[in-house]
């Protein structure tokens, strides 16, 4: 009876041995045949984003404050322009490369570098412009006016472009852009299940593991927003 037990204990035994194997076998099959590719993944995230061909991170109001003269015949002429003007900050999604996203499985990490970003512009209203002269007999009588205001407006555009180069609002557009781009990877692979670690950066740039990226409230001047962050 003894011996009769020690075998059914033995088959028993054997069988779990056998069903634990086949539950190991299957799970590694599962994995491999079903788990999410997180390399997959971040490849058809980078697609995405070529599609849309530009991203725009920011765009911002700047004003230009100009003033020229001209002097003919012995009498002199003054004017200046009041130019506003906006200009949006993009990057070109459609430049990146595979290349350019990298998947570390040790670290559970993906890195992804952007190309160059452009500032675009400046979109100038017209109907926004305003001009003021002193008046004076060269500005009524000739066509003096007239070529102050296209010599301060081609000088207002160059002025948009400067203050838009200016650190302070680069920076921001830069930090939106990164957020912008590190969700559009993250959120995919979150959604399968995973908690990747992602680093954005400027082509040229490092990666800064020690700056986090904080909410900006683009319902105020970005001009207001940096003066509270000091």
Do not use: C
């Not at 995405?48 to 020229?68: D, E, H, I, K, P």
């Amino acid at each position: 009876m003894k011996t009769v037990l020690k075998v059914l204990l033995g088959i028993v035994l054997g069988f779990a041995l056998v069903a634990g194997g086949v539950l190991v076998a299957g799970k590694r099959m599962f994995d491999h045949f079903w788990s999410p590719d997180p390399e997959s993944i971040a490849t058809a995230s980078l697609q995405g984003l070529q599609a849309q061909s530009r991203l725009t991170a920011l765009v911002a109001s700047y004003v230009a404050v100009v003033t020229s003269s001209q002097h003919r015949f012995g009498l002199s002429a003054q004017r200046t322009l009041i130019m506003p003007g906006r200009v949006r900050y993009e990057v070109d999604l459609g430049q990146m490369k595979p290349g350019d996203v990298t998947w570390d499985k040790d670290s559970h990490r993906l890195d992804v570098t952007l190309p160059p970003l452009m500032i675009e512009g400046p979109e100038v209203d017209p109907q926004r412009i305003k001009a003021y002269d002193g008046g004076g007999l060269l500005l009524r009588f000739t066509d003096s006016g007239e070529a102050l205001d296209a010599k301060n407006q081609q000088a207002a555009r160059t002025e948009l472009i400067e203050q838009a180069r200016e650190p302070s609002p680069v920076a921001i557009a830069k930090q939106a852009a990164r957020q912008a781009v590190a969700q559009s990877f993250a959120l995919p692979l979150k959604a399968a299940g995973m908690e990747p670690k992602v680093r954005v950066r400027f082509r040229g740039e490092a990666f800064a593991d020690d700056q986090p990226f904080t909410p900006m409230d683009f319902a105020r001047p970005w001009q207001d927003v940096i003066a509270n962050s000091r």
